[in-house]
């Protein structure tokens, strides 16, 4: 079984949520009625190349696959989900100002047929939303950027800038986001109880690298999206 970068998030995250667990006791109240729990944050410490062979040795069955950040030639996309496979960039959509206080560090509703995204990833493909909402099945949570080229799993950002990340919901259940920021901090937010549908959240992308992104729903996980920070 190989584990890439991605998925070892998803086995941090889902560690994380158990220690959320035990912690319920220090949330507290935003004035929109949102229980958040305190911050947590995870440093992830570098293994040594003797350790990483120990570890080799002692789990021959177990491969790692590092996951690594290449600058690709002008006019080449790399390969990451939500990315299109024609040259052009995906730029997500961005505002240089910061919302409202009200509106940071919440969990807030999105009206998807008052404004719908012109398309969506999905199936490994961008898709109209006409298509899209015939087929989804909304039955497993959803995670995506607001871009250029709809709503997508890859987008670039310029740094300090303010992104929407848009999900769907299926089931009614305690909602928890892991961050993992380029210098390898894991943040681990938890967002109390949420109703199914569609939400938003401001993201603050703060600092230049890659942040990777996912969710779970009643400890349901989602797909991860990347944000690249330049």
């Known amino acids: 079984m190989k584990l890439n970068m991605p998925e070892a998030l998803m086995v941090l995250c889902l560690g994380i949520a158990l220690i959320g667990t035990v ?60 990315a299109p496979s024609s040259t052009g960039a995906v730029t997500a959509i961005y505002s240089t100002q910061a919302p409202p206080a009200g509106q940071q560090n919440v969990l807030l509703s999105f009206n998807v047929q008052a404004a719908p995204p012109s398309a969506v990833y999905y199936n490994e493909t961008f898709m109209p939303w006409t298509s899209f909402y015939q087929i989804f099945p909304a039955k497993s949570p959803a995670l995506w950027i607001a871009s250029s080229a709809g709503w997508s799993w890859y987008a670039t950002c ?22 993992l920021y380029p210098d390898g901090t894991a943040k681990y ?25 996912m969710l779970t729903i009643a400890d349901i996980p989602s797909n991860y999206i990347i944000i690249d920070v330049h």
């Not at 912690?23 to 570098?46: C, W, Y």
């Not at 937010?189 to 992104?213: C, L, M, Q, V």
């Open 23 to 82: 912690s319920a006791g220090e949330r507290q109240s935003d004035t929109q009625g949102i229980q958040l729990e305190k911050n947590m944050t995870v440093v992830v410490q570098p293994m040594t190349s003797n350790a990483y062979s120990s570890l080799q040795s002692s789990l021959p069955v177990v491969q790692t696959t590092i996951f690594q950040t290449k600058t690709a030639p002008a006019g080449v996309i790399a390969a990451y989900p939500g």
């Open 158 to 179: 310029p740094v300090n800038n303010w992104v929407q990340e848009l999900m769907y919901l299926p089931v009614t259940g305690t909602m928890r986001i892991c961050d």
């Open 189 to 213: 937010f938890s967002y109390g109880f949420a109703a199914p549908g569609y939400k938003y959240r401001w993201f603050n992308a703060s600092e230049p690298g890659r942040y990777i992104t």
